[in-house]
């Protein structure tokens, strides 16, 4: 049995991306050619979460996209033979926008190396930021982020789950280690 360490409940991941929405208006002086692309699965949901967070502040709304970027990933050979490819749903122009790239935990950064070579396949923003839910360290590309709900150290031997009601049918971020 792995040991299982609750580090976020439904609560504190809200409280978080509340957070995160007031950190983003203010660095960007409000919602003016702001955009939300959700790495898809739970990145994805967590934009549409951060973007009812930004309604709730601004009284208004931003663009929120969905970016698959399965054939852009450095190891798409190790994770299937024959990997899902689903489809990325921008259906705004990211030309000269403030894009906010929105995912759940940042660890070695190749997910992110890979999402901005698909992003920029779509168009040239003015800018891309980079928000996460929980940054744990580890890094082996020079990537940060500008928006981070909570940052976990971690040992390389442990896992950070981030399950989401949306995808897993419940709010929790855990930390699960080797016993």
Excluded: W
């Excluded at 981070?148 to 789950?161: L, S, W």
């Amino acid at each position: 049995m792995k040991d299982r360490v609750l580090i976020l409940d439904k609560e504190a991941i809200s409280r978080a991306l509340m957070r995160l929405a007031h950190e983003v208006l203010e660095k960007n002086k409000g919602t003016q050619d702001l955009c939300l692309v959700g790495i898809r699965n739970r990145g994805a949901s967590l934009a549409q979460r951060l973007n009812k967070c930004i309604e709730k502040i601004e009284a208004r709304s931003v663009p929120v996209g969905i970016l698959d970027i399965t054939l852009y990933r450095d190891d798409l050979t190790l994770i299937s033979a024959k990997p899902v490819v689903h489809k990325t749903e921008i259906d705004f122009d990211i030309n000269d926008k403030i894009v906010v790239l929105v995912d759940d935990v940042l660890y070695t950064g190749r997910t992110i190396r890979a999402a901005l070579d698909a992003l920029i396949d779509l168009g040239r923003p003015r800018v891309i930021q980079l928000a996460v839910l929980i940054d744990r360290g580890h890094r082996e590309l020079p990537i940060r982020p500008d928006f981070v709900g909570k940052n976990i150290p971690t040992a390389k031997d442990e896992r950070v789950d981030v399950h989401l009601e949306e995808v897993d049918g419940v709010d929790e971020v855990l930390i699960v280690g080797k016993t």
